[in-house]
């Protein structure tokens, strides 16, 4: 179905070759997933397979691509993305159109299909990912899963003879990725031929057939899934997660429950799910990380810094109306790293905003390191709290790395010795040494976090919140931050951060708080979260 | 406050305009904002968009335009003055400066600078009026017939405002955190810490359209002919927009050709109203493209009116 051969691309703009020499092939109604840190050339190879390199990007294109027997060199892209439908990685990048009907059929528009035939499409495609319901709706009030699952729809209603996927759950929460997971699942059962991007490969090579990895733009593993596990040192050596199936740990279950039983002398009594087993042996593993007791004590005593009492907030107060918080109570100690879990629209980002003074507090009380944030706004709590946004390329605002990071500490009027003493240790400690002299909007996502990070922690706050540092970050990066993390709890802060990555929240978190339907559910250790999560 | 800044369907008649008419209305609105100078006629589109903007419930959200829009008016205003010497009636001498000599500023400098921020103001109410009325699918499907590659410039150009202005509250909050009080400071310092704001605001806003225009191309937009999946139906209510706006543009043009619509500001003001002709081609072009939130009145009160468009 597809054969790639000799595959050399470079992009216009960059002296390196994004693709050295890729040579793949793809049978028809395989699975593939395909892997690799940030920056390995993925991306790049999934924008060959549908022809928009070389046809609309410039840069220097050598070897050949043929997917159905049709060599993309010499067919159009209106004739390849018949062929092969990509999907990529965020939804709101992707979906261009107001309402469901008319984002599915834009392809279908484009490729001058009559009428008739784009509506019998259309409904065929929406059906497929399970949205035939929602085809009047407005794509703005989708949830990310159903948007993703309409992105899908929109590739489908094509018809491609292969489905290519960049990443399609990466920023969504465990409820959205089940959704779209689900589809291209039930889609590779019916025999599309499948190629799937995927960080989170854990959750996805149980259903692949073949794994293929790539590193500096080279494919450096293609193994079959059963293989793979023979060749863990490369995911080990590349920082990716271990792609462990589902036989893989039926195999290994007695091992990591006789592991849990022993750590805390409880009976096993029920059978574990996958993603309560992965979450044990995360847990597990991180008990390295977390110090024995954890939190900075004053006199004997746990050193609060955060507390919020009885906290509601409405996005549309006037009406008093669709209350994103509700009731929130939350104390928060020195020394202690804290994950915030939760579906979309759970009220995690809304929490976080009050405890940086973004928000207004509308009912309720919320303090931070004893200061009440009704009388002490963002600007006023600049140096005692550092956040960190999901999007962090709207938070790098200077002309070069440097300044970016010097940024802060300036405005808190640092001494100029201090300043640099500080600016050098923090860009040691991301890891943007070499890379001073940059502009902060060249860097690649991963460069962009740890710079936006640099700039925070440089300022040397209380209190850090990271929101969804995980999302789209390959697990070397993530476990760098998160090490971080635990660097800054030893120094005495307190650090926040939201994720749906429950796994690395069971590894690096002291506490779990679980949010739901702007209230929180459940506050926790993360050993105690197994039980949580198995209720 | 972002998320009223885009498309809202609402269900009202202005929305339901056949998007060939409601564009060719707001284009000329566009087009005679641009053409005209005298001060008089710029004040009058600014009063028919305001209207049109009420009749399409959209005046919560023709503030937060507003709001945008008055700091920049604010600096057309001051800079004006300051950099035109043309006028011939000095109000202010101010001291000797190296290099640059005598600042002085003149009353029709400043009139200058006054008329060209009501004529902002009204394209900004334009974009204003082309979020709320016009379905971004609609014109979409309707400009790729006739330019697929301008349609697709223009339809992420609208997507941009809107987006630019959620991020940019964004942009504040991150740079409040790091210790930036956006209140405080002289003009100078406020002016050097928006900039700092827009830059990136500029890069982010480019970098989300580009990810749009490659998505878009994955499934072959751009690559040759379209069909058009929604049916929009011509109606007389589009008839009489589209007569309205070709009046207006008719009249404007006859108008300008004529010594009327436009104004002289240097070197010494000439009169608002020069003759009745002025007036007559003001409420020519006024009338004519108040014809839409008429029509709008009409739909809402007159059940006669309502059967008939």
Redesign the interface.
Known sequence: MIKVEDLFYRYSSREEFALKGVDLHVRKGELLLLTGSTGCGKSTLLKCLNGIIPHEAAGRFDGNVWVGGMNTREHPVRVLAQKAGLVFQNPDEQIFSTRVREEVAFGLENLCFPRAEIISRVEWALEKVGMREFIGESTNALSGGQKQRVAVAAVLALQPEVLVLDEPISQMDPGGAREVLGVIKKLSSEGMTIILVEHRIHEVAQWADRVVVMDGGKIVLDAPTGKIMDHLEIFHKLGLRSPCRAGTFTETRQGILSVFQAGYGREEKSPISLAEASFKVAFHAGRANRSAGSGKRVNGRQEKVVEVKDLWFSYDHRNGRGWALKGVDLDLFAGEVTAIIGDNGSGKTTLMHHLAGLFKVQKGRVEVAGRDVRRHNAYRLAGTVGIVFQNPALMLTADNVFDEVAFGPKNLKMPPEKLKRKVSECLRLMELEGLTVYHPQTLSGGQRLRCAVAAIISMEPQLVLLDEPTSGQDVLHIRKLMELCRKLAGQGKTVVFITHDHEIAAEYADRIIVMQDGGICADCAPGEYAEVMSL | MAVKL??E?KGLFLQNLHPLAAMVFLGTLLVLALAFTNPLYLAGILFVIVLTVWGADGLAVWENYLKIGLAMMLLVMMINPLVVHAGKTIIWHGPDIPFLGRPTISLEAIYYGIAMSVRLLDIISVFCLYNLII???KA??LLSRLAQKSALVI?LATRLFPAMAR?IE??K?????????FNRGTLKTKLRKYS??F??LL??SL??AL??A??????????????????NFWRPRDALCLAGSALALLAGVWGLTHGHGGYTFYPQLGYLIDGPGTVAVLLTVLLSLSIPVALNWGWRHCLFLKSKI
């Open positions: 885009f498309y369907e379905h971004p699918d979409l499907n339809s991020n964004h942009i909050d991150v740079q409040r955190m790091r210790g930036v009080d700092s704001l830059n990136i890069l982010s970098e989300d990810g749009i490659e998505s878009m191309q994955a499934r072959a937009f751009g690559s040759g002919p379209r069909s058009c999946y929604s049916q």
